[in-house]
């Protein structure tokens, strides 16, 4: 492994790591307003559409029915009160039965 390694070894861990210290640094204490912290508290559920939309569209090559009945089975049970381990289950049950008719 040469120089550069390790040059960009630690380039990834400041990347990584100055963006969490500094709101810990300089925000220790201080209360945020209201629309910061409604928009903040939010980031997750958005990040994690963004992540998982692009998925449904291509979980199974040429067939974007699987992604779909996959995301509206898990949406459905989430829907209707479960948990994270009943829509993963269920989901995982559902598309086992449909792929068994392809």
Known sequence: ???WYWWMLLGMALVTYIP???PLTFLDGKKLPP????VLSNIPYAVLGALIFPAILFVQE???????IGAATAFLIAILGGGVMPVVLGT???LAIYSLFL
């Open 62 to 68: 040429g067939n974007i029915l699987f992604g779909v």
């Open 1 to 3: 492994m040469g120089a």
């Open 92 to 94: 995982i049950g559902v």
């Open 35 to 38: 629309i910061v912290s409604g």
């Open 20 to 22: 969490r210290m500094v």
